[in-house]
């Protein structure tokens, strides 16, 4: 079975501060990763995509994400962070086999103050 | 990408009644999905809403609490049947595009069982 883990329900961070917000995976074989983020009252939005390739993915709004194979891990950065990121993230995982459907960790609400 | 509409996008239900949910793409998309996300809560996969047959449910949800029709490529419905308070959540569609490995989501409908 797969599951993905975020280990912090709340990240604080500084407006112009960089940011991460956690995520380890587990999944038999190669691994699907996504980062999703909701923002209040609105559906999920996708960020941005680990399918093969480059560990460091970019995605929507300077986000980007590191794939680590070893840590089993694809943890969100962004270099800056912004007052409008403040919303719920999600991250991702399915396996590059069979059924399409996604497992999601428990989400990191993001709170950005200025 | 995909747009998506949910109808409706929330209801205010009575202990005992259904409510059927509609979620609307704008293009043929083979693979459809239902997803809970009850309050405060990550998001927890239904079923597989499969063209042409019957859904394909995950473990603890079941056909006759939670029937679904996916009448062509651009149209499926979750109904939520007899419902309790237990039910209230948000109610998401999500689906998959040819070629692609990410998955696009719907507004969401909010149901508040009363």
């Known amino acids: 079975a797969q599951s993905v883990a975020q280990p912090e329900d709340q990240v604080n961070v500084a407006e112009g501060n960089p940011l991460t917000v956690k995520c380890t995976y587990s999944?038999?074989?190669?691994?699907?990763l996504f980062w999703y983020v909701q923002y209040p009252n609105r559906g999920l939005q996708f960020l941005l995509k680990y399918i093969t390739g480059d560990n460091l993915v970019k995605g929507s709004y300077g986000f980007e994400a590191e794939f680590n194979k070893s840590q089993t891990s694809f943890h969100l950065k962004k270099p800056s962070a912004l007052v409008s990121d403040s919303a719920l993230y999600f991250c991702?995982?399915?396996?590059?086999?069979?059924?399409?459907?996604?497992?999601f960790g428990s989400g990191t609400r993001l709170q950005v103050q200025p | 990408s995909a747009v998506i509409s949910q109808k409706p996008s929330r209801d205010i239900c009575q202990r005992g009644t259904s409510l059927t949910i509609q979620c609307q793409v704008d293009s043929q998309v083979t693979m459809m999905f239902w997803y809970r996300q009850q309050p405060g809560q990550s998001l927890t996969l239904i079923a597989t809403a499969n063209q042409g047959s019957e859904a394909t449910y995950e473990s603890g949800f079941v056909i006759d609490k939670f029937p679904i029709s996916r009448p062509n490529l651009t149209f499926s419905t979750l109904t939520v049947s007899n419902m309790s308070p237990e039910d209230s959540s948000i109610y998401l569609c999500?689906?998959?595009?040819?070629?692609?490995?990410?998955?696009?989501f719907g507004p969401g409908t909010r149901l508040t069982v009363t």
């Open positions: 999500s689906v998959g595009l040819a070629g692609g490995s990410e998955q696009y």
């Open positions: 999944v038999s074989g190669n691994p699907y």
């Open positions: 991702a995982v399915r396996d590059e086999t069979g059924r399409r459907a996604l497992t």
